[in-house]
Every structure is written in C-alpha cells, then in structure tokens.
C-alpha cells in the first residue's frame, strides 16, 4: 500500500525526468508476477526490478525489520495511502524502501532512507535534486 503510494507519486514526474536523460526505476522486495500486475495498476511508465532477496536494499543500507513496521509515524499517513490499499501481501512487509539518484558513475549525491511505512521522499525534492544531478 504505501510502496504503491510512493510509487505514484512519482508517476506524473517520469516524463520530465526522462526528457532531461534520466531513467527513473523501482526496486520491489516482491515476485515478478507481483511486478507485472503492480506496474499494470499504476500505469507506471518506468522499469520495475524485483530483489527477493533483499540485497539491493542491504546494499542502500534501507531500513527492515519489525520495529519500523510498528512505528507510530506511520499512523497520520494510513489516511493518504488508503486508497492503494493491497489486499493481497508482496513482497517483504518489513522492509522499508526509500529513494537514491545514482549518477552513472556510481556516485549518490542524494539518498532517503524511508523510517517507517508511509515515509516517503518529498517527490519534488527529488526531481529537483536528480535534475541538479545530471548537470554535474
């Protein structure tokens, strides 16, 4: 539910980022199959990969376990992202996600590591930071 909310929030941004030679994608902890149906139902127009096994976000030093899923930051935000609700689980519910601008040569000039479900990057922050990003 709240992947599927941060996730949409970026939709109507993947045109500008891609008219500026950036490629957004999305990393989900879910099968494939649960990446194809995902994709479909948001009308996300960028690539989903899928890490089962949750080494991209070990990798990004994102936050997992049972202590974030619990967090009470999480309440005011069930409200905004009721309407993404799952009924089905995908992937690992534990894992928080989170956002990084990787430059090609392998360099992070910006990360957020999400702290609890529904905390999610200011998308607008985000374009502004990946746009400064392509023109270093």
Avoid at 4 to 17: D, G, M, S
């Amino acid at each position: 539910m709240f992947c599927a909310q941060q996730v949409a929030e970026f939709r109507p941004h993947v045109a500008t980022l891609r008219e500026a030679g950036i490629e957004l994608a999305v990393i989900g902890s879910g099968a494939p199959h649960f990446a194809r149906g995902f994709k479909a139902n948001l009308g996300f127009d960028a690539p989903i990969f899928c890490d089962e096994t949750l080494a991209a976000y070990r990798a990004a030093s994102m936050n997992r376990g049972l202590q974030h899923m619990l967090h009470p930051g999480q309440i005011p935000k069930w409200k905004e992202a009721a309407r993404f609700f799952q009924f089905k689980l995908m992937g690992d519910m534990t894992q928080q996600g989170g956002v990084l601008i990787v430059r090609p040569d392998g360099a992070v000039p910006f990360s957020f590591h999400d702290r609890f479900p529904g905390d999610h990057a200011d998308p607008g922050t985000v374009v502004a930071a990946a746009l400064e990003a392509a023109r270093l």
